[in-house]
């Protein structure tokens, strides 16, 4: 998108233009484009039912503030979900900064939640046509500069109850990337802001190397209602310089990491037992060993995150699988077991196995009314299947820290 028409669409003309296409029913339709074009130029009708479209899709990630966001596709794929820019904003605030210097504010979400916690912000955007969109955001909540975050923050950092957060882009012409040589701003200048004197917090991507983590920051994995979608580091705010720690949102529930591996793997899974899926925040984050004994919970096979228990202890760190069959790892046999009992809706998972679950479930031709959940994975004494079923959650609500 460029300036002219991020203004366009954040003048009166231009809301009135996304109005109307909100009420359209499908706006991606050529019948919503015909209708619009009628009373709106080409050229802003098709960016009103864009912006339709777009915040339809942001619902789940933003949540009914995005309803009166202007967005662009990869604005809208890089926001923070609203969960995690809440929860940050708020350890942020608490930790009693009073100002934030919101590097690369893309359409504002950060700046928003900064903003909502009682923070003074100022947003920078090196885009222009992004930039005319943050203003239209956030709506004066935060003031909006037009520039780069290596040209802004020298004459920003320095003031008291200041912290620096930054959300670099991750996109390249080939599309997102995780690789930070791809970073933008580039990563020797994110660590440079880690390592200056000012508390600050990096939003980086979940599969960020081990290797990268600078010394004394403290990385945290946040996954919001099980999806892994940050690894941020923080140094000087909030966590213990060099913790690892996976955060559980929106509850908040923290689990430390402190070093340790799993113990070995023991026996083979047996009817009545309950197989643990850790969080993917406590996998990345190495906090496995600390939820197994916890769990009083071994691993099913060495290396692989699937926790064995004989009984059921309350986590929220952890999926729960009471197991109900053992079966053997074998295709015809599964394809047999499926056809006996009438399956017909079959959810498969699988750890350590190089299997496609989908593929496998075309080829079990599920066909009838009953459900079930299998699981496979290697055990100590060869791959089996695991029938399962899914215990409920049973969140604790609480810091956990070795």
Not at 18 to 24: D, N, T, V, Y
Request: proline share 8%; glycine share 8%; aromatic share 4%.
């Amino acid at each position: 998108m460029d300036a002219e028409t991020a203004e366009l669409l954040v003048s009166p003309s231009g809301a009135e233009a996304i109005a109307a296409a909100e009420a359209e029913d499908d706006p991606g339709s050529l019948a919503a484009a015909t209708r619009l074009r009628r009373s709106y130029p080409p050229e802003l009708a098709a960016a009103a039912l864009t912006q339709a479209a777009l915040r339809r899709r942001a619902g789940r990630r933003l949540g009914p503030r995005a309803s009166g966001m202007v967005l662009t596709p990869d604005g809208l794929e890089q926001a923070t979900r609203w969960d995690a820019a809440a929860w940050r904003a708020g350890l942020v605030a608490a930790a009693g900064v009073t100002r934030v210097i919101d590097l690369c504010c893309g359409l504002g979400t950060d700046a928003m939640a900064f903003a909502a916690a009682g923070l003074d912000v100022v947003a920078v955007e090196r885009d222009p046509a992004t930039a005319v969109l943050a203003r239209h955001n956030l709506a004066g909540r935060a003031e909006v500069l037009t520039a780069s975050a290596e040209d802004a923050l020298p004459g920003l950092a320095g003031r008291p109850g200041t912290a620096v957060f930054c959300d670099p882009a991750r996109r390249t012409s080939r599309g997102r990337s995780w690789d930070v040589a791809d970073l933008s701003p580039p990563w020797p200048f994110l660590q440079s802001v880690l390592a200056a004197g000012e508390p600050a917090v990096l939003k980086l991507g979940p599969g960020l190397p081990a290797r990268l983590i600078p010394a004394g920051a403290a990385a945290v994995w946040a996954s919001v209602a099980g999806d892994l979608v940050e690894c941020g580091l923080w140094r000087g705010l909030a966590f213990d310089p060099g913790a690892r720690e996976a955060v559980l949102l929106p509850a908040g529930d923290r689990l430390r990491a402190d070093g340790s591996a799993p113990a070995p793997a023991g026996r083979v899974p047996v009817p009545g037992d309950v197989l643990y899926e850790p969080d993917p925040a406590v996998i990345r984050s190495g906090a496995v060993g600390v939820l197994a004994r916890e769990l009083a919970a071994a691993p099913v096979a060495d290396q692989i995150a699937y926790l064995l228990a004989p009984a059921s202890r309350r986590t929220s760190f952890a999926t729960a699988f009471a197991v109900t069959e053992v079966l053997p790892w074998k295709e015809s046999a599964l394809r047999r077991w499926v056809a006996e009992r009438g399956i017909g809706t079959l959810e498969i998972k699988r750890r350590g196995l190089d299997v496609d679950p989908a593929a496998l479930r075309g080829r079990l031709r599920p066909r009838g009314d009953a459900a079930a959940t299998l699981i496979l994975t290697p055990t100590a004494e060869g791959a089996v299947c695991l029938v399962v079923r899914r215990l409920p959650r049973t969140p604790v609500h609480a810091w956990h820290s070795a």
